[in-house]
């Protein structure tokens, strides 16, 4: 039987006292006993002006656009950040995007690093991955504010209403990422008018709703008030978004 952990199978390396074993397993009991928050995330708040209120969350980011949108941003300490950020991160935002290359939501809301906590995939629909990530952050990171973020003229929405109106076929994967849009497109054909802004600003809409009634996480946080979830559109020609929620 092993004089150090007991177990007469085991045998330990030379030089590993059962001192070395009572530290190991001391370790592990504490990190058992830790708060969720400090085993996810250390360092939970490096960055103290982002410690703020859903609404102020949103204040923040329409003014960031504001700034943005013409042309006035802010001058940024990229190296300062890097080190503040090293031990931990506390965004206060979280952006559900579209992947399209024209949309970058830290520049479009004229933010630094550690400030936003971003998810891009064409057609900024929600999945499941996106959903435990959002998750995440709130719970985990202290985000107090989500937003989806569609735009104008969106490829993906519009491959979507291709092949809801005229049935057309798309290669590869394509066809799975217009089916989490088809909903939208679906809602969009019943209101007229022009078909693809509707399908864009329902899918935004949509995406909203899941996220506000998903559980048991993210619902639970907005019920308390503790987050808030909106959606907003951005505009291709002058980068203004249109809040939506």
Known sequence: MC???GNPSHRHPPGYSRRN????????????????RAIFAAGETPKPQNVLSPGEALQRLRAGNKRYVSGVMQQ?????????????????AGILSCADSRVAPEYVFDTGLGDLFVLRVAGNFL????????????KFLGTPLLVVLG??????VDAAVKTV???AALPGHL??????????VQSAIKQGGDLLASAIRDNVLQNVQKLKTATPIISQYVD????????????LDDGRIEWVV
Do not use: M, T, W
Request: charged content about 25%; overall charge neutral.
């Open 175 to 184: 066809p799975q990422l217009a089916e989490s849009i088809r909903p939208a």
């Open 165 to 167: 109106v005229d049935g």
């Open 127 to 138: 999945n499941r991955d996106a959903l435990a990530s959002f998750e995440y952050a709130v």
């Open 76 to 92: 940024r300490d990229f190296i300062a950040e890097r080190k503040v950020l090293a031990g931990g991160q506390n965004p206060f």
């Open 3 to 5: 004089a150090i952990c």
């Open 151 to 156: 735009h104008e003229k969106c490829g993906a």
């Open 21 to 36: 074993f009572l530290k190991l397993a001391a370790g592990a009991a504490l990190s058992l006993a830790l708060p969720e």
């Open 224 to 235: 308390e008030k503790k987050i808030d979830v909106v959606g907003g559109i951005y505009k």
